[in-house]
């Protein structure tokens, strides 16, 4: 059983590589948006060891968790300086401040999306301008919209290819890697953190909930998105 999934994990691992490889051949510029979830440790260490041509990038929204500074230090560790860290901008981030209060999102939807737009989804699109791909971590078996998501699409919203290289792994699948390799996560996850986001938006999922149940667990399980993979909002809705 042991062989058989360190095979599997094998053959999926040279799946991702040449399918990074062949985007960075028919794409050139090729970016990784690290969510710095589980998923994000396996695509990380695949692209430092195998694509060093990608470049990777994570957004710092200004309220993440301790835990996950703790884990960009651990990477940083391990890998050099090879993530770009990006922030939303200042004068955007005052106004928006300014118009709805700094936890402005925990009382209306429109008010979470604003939030959503100025921390994440506006540093982001400004970051991936002359990039020609994107590469995300999402997986089909996180939630109902992510299910319908392909492995190749063009992403209107922001204008280049997007590509998921994970889309079938399963969470076993993505552990297993992680513990092969001895890889950093983020410590949260040890407390039963499946999906982290921002610090006042994500807390612990219970036994038999999605992954994702403790994103915006306020609100309806349509909206739990940010607004960086619009196609699976639309399609069911993050
Ligand atoms: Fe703002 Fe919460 Fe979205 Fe983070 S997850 S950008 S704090 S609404």
């Known amino acids: 059983?042991?062989?058989?999934?360190?095979?599997?994990?094998?053959?999926?691992?040279?799946?991702?590589?040449?399918?990074?490889?062949?985007?960075?051949?028919d794409y050139g510029r090729v970016v990784y948006a690290s969510s710095l979830g589980a998923?994000?440790?396996v695509l990380t260490?695949?692209?430092?060891?195998?694509?060093?041509?990608?470049?990777?990038?994570?957004?710092?929204?200004?309220?993440?968790?301790e835990e996950t500074y703790a884990l960009l230090e651990r990477l940083e560790r391990r890998?050099?300086?090879?993530?770009?860290?990006?922030?939303?901008?200042?004068?955007?981030?005052?106004?928006?401040?300014?118009?709805?209060?700094?936890?402005?999102?925990?009382h209306r939807p429109e008010r979470r999306a604003a939030c959503c737009h100025v921390r994440k989804v506006l540093p982001f699109r400004r970051f991936v301008a002359g990039y020609r791909a994107w590469?995300?971590?999402?997986?089909?078996?996180?939630?109902?919209?992510?299910?319908?998501?392909?492995?190749?699409?063009?992403?209107t919203e922001h204008g280049l290819y997007k590509v998921s290289p994970l889309l079938d792994w399963t969470a076993e699948q993505v552990w297993a890697y992680i513990r092969t390799r001895k890889l950093p996560y983020n410590a949260l996850h040890d407390r039963h953190y499946p999906s982290i986001g921002c610090a006042p938006c994500t807390r612990a999922v219970q036994a038999?909930?999605?992954?994702?149940?403790?994103?915006?667990?306020?609100?309806?399980a349509e909206a739990r998105e940010c607004g960086l993979h619009p196609g699976?909002?639309?399609?069911?809705?993050?």
């Open 1 to 25: 059983m042991g062989q058989l999934l360190t095979f599997d994990l094998e053959a999926k691992t040279a799946a991702i590589r040449e399918l990074l490889t062949g985007c960075v051949r």
């Open 39 to 41: 998923e994000a440790m």
């Open 45 to 65: 260490d695949i692209i430092c060891t195998d694509v060093p041509e990608i470049e990777i990038v994570s957004i710092d929204t200004g309220r993440l968790h």
């Open 79 to 106: 890998y050099g300086n090879r993530m770009r860290i990006i922030y939303p901008d200042a004068g955007e981030l005052s106004t928006l401040i300014a118009a709805q209060g700094i936890n402005g999102f925990f």
């Open 135 to 155: 590469v995300t971590g999402v997986r089909r078996e996180q939630s109902k919209s992510r299910a319908l998501l392909e492995p190749l699409t063009w992403d």
């Open 208 to 220: 038999g909930e999605d992954s994702r149940a403790g994103r915006w667990w306020w609100e309806s």
């Open 232 to 238: 699976a909002r639309t399609a069911a809705a993050r």
